[in-house]
């Protein structure tokens, strides 16, 4: 929503490395954020070249209190240094690798205490899962933690749903 040079972006990540998340923003941004954060799951030694990006692991996926307390320390930094003119946006990929460590309960207390997070310093999240990974009564459960849910059929167009 806005220029890569004002966007706080914070890519919380279980499938890509720190390198491919960035260069992957960079493909598609055309530049760095003003500030980047890369919080890599299950990567020991997680690393970037770049200084516009601090980037934290946690080896173990099953941590959940590992993975909140570096998530809320990277969107705190954001935060409080941003402009005003500045957004802040959470990639959280994905969600149906998280349930791969964490039952659906846990993973959604986990989830409402993230997204209160980031509602709290005025950020936007997007959270991907794989629907056809997941029962629909559990999608049912993970959709009422969301404001809107975006489906992106096979052909690239997409269906919201509030």
């Known amino acids: 929503q806005t220029p890569a040079e004002s966007t706080n972006v914070l890519s919380v990540t279980f499938t890509q490395t720190p390198t491919e998340w960035v260069d992957d923003w960079d493909a598609h941004a055309g530049g760095p954020p003003s500030r980047g954060g890369v919080l890599a799951i299950g990567e020991a030694d997680a690393s970037v070249e770049d200084p516009a990006w601090a980037v934290e692991s946690v080896e173990n996926a099953s941590d959940l209190t590992g993975i909140g307390i ?3 320390e ?3 930094g954001m ?3 941003g402009d005003d003119d500045e ?3 959470v ?3 994905s969600v ?3 349930l791969q460590y964490a039952d659906l309960q846990r993973t959604f207390r986990f989830l409402h205490v993230v997204t209160g997070r980031i509602k709290t310093v005025g950020g936007v999240g997007h959270f991907h899962v794989d629907p056809q990974a997941h029962s629909n ?3 049912a459960t993970l959709k009422g933690l969301f404001d809107a849910v975006v489906e992106v059929d096979e052909d690239g167009s997409l ?3 509030r």
């Open 74 to 76: 990277l969107l705190s």
């Open 79 to 81: 935060a409080t240094a």
């Open 87 to 89: 957004s802040i946006v």
């Open 159 to 161: 269906t919201v749903t």
């Open 91 to 93: 990639c959280f990929d």
């Open 96 to 98: 149906t690798s998280l």
């Open 70 to 72: 570096e998530l809320s």
């Open 137 to 139: 009564q559990d999608l």
